[in-house]
């Protein structure tokens, strides 16, 4: 399972846009990124997953360079309801009989300020 | 299209009981997934299952920590004589069946039981 490493932690002011980077050197051919967020007492909640280039939905949009070694999250135009943990995780695509745990490292606590 | 859910969302038990924990999978789903949680952390896999089989335990204890998903009813994740080092929040995930070519499953979370030993 690729490590990855992001900040701990980041401030930002409402109506901002956001880009919190993930670098994963060690990402494997057949690996996908996702990135998750999580309020304080409730699960984690899938935002937004890629593999390469651009993927972009009405929450945030995920930028993969060509070496694939790091990702960006970028969230546009923050609110104070942002505020939370944002997780970054690297992992196998579905193939019959693997292991298909998530590794969660510490995650970026994303701070919205007014 | 109800999410993933678990039940009690709060459980207080003292040490030695058991503590059994419950998790109904998204409609649809047939992967069930583990992890638990201690403060300020990150998630950690306890264990993958599906249909009547643990897939991955990798991430569980040795002893007093079991789990199984049914054929019919929830999945449950049962500690027996708990420990204080066994609060934390467990949260359940499940996927759907199996996807074709290179997409890669998305896992939904529960929101979580916390458990908290005396």
């Known amino acids: 399972l690729a490590k990855t490493t992001q900040p701990i932690s980041m401030d930002s002011y409402e109506g901002q846009e956001v880009n919190i980077t993930c670098s994963h050197n060690?990402?494997?051919?057949?690996?996908?990124i996702t990135w998750y967020q999580q309020f304080p007492s409730q699960g984690p909640r899938f935002i937004i997953q890629g593999y390469k280039t651009k993927v972009t939905n009405e929450v945030a949009s995920l930028f993969i360079p060509a070496d694939r070694k790091s990702s960006t999250l970028s969230l546009p135009r923050v609110s104070l309801s942002d505020t939370a943990v944002y997780y970054c995780l690297v992992g196998d695509a579905f193939s019959s009989g693997s292991a298909r745990q998530l590794t969660f490292g510490s995650g970026t606590q994303l701070t919205v300020l007014p | 299209n109800a999410g993933v859910m678990q039940n009690p969302r709060h459980l207080v038990r003292r040490r030695g009981q058991e503590a059994r924990l419950r998790c109904s999978p998204m409609?649809?789903?047939?992967?069930v997934y583990w992890y638990r949680q201690l403060p300020e952390e990150g998630l950690k896999f306890m264990v993958y299952l599906q249909k009547e089989n643990i897939i991955d335990e990798s991430g569980m204890p040795k002893e007093r920590f079991s789990a199984e998903f049914p054929k019919e009813g929830p999945s449950i994740l049962r500690i027996q004589q708990v420990v204080r080092g066994d609060s934390a929040a467990y949260f359940c995930a499940s996927s759907p069946p199996m996807a074709s070519g290179r997409e890669a499953d998305t896992q939904y979370f529960g929101p979580g039981t916390r458990l908290t030993v005396l």
């Open positions: 409609k649809g789903h047939s992967h």
């Open positions: 060690n990402i494997a051919t057949n690996d996908y």
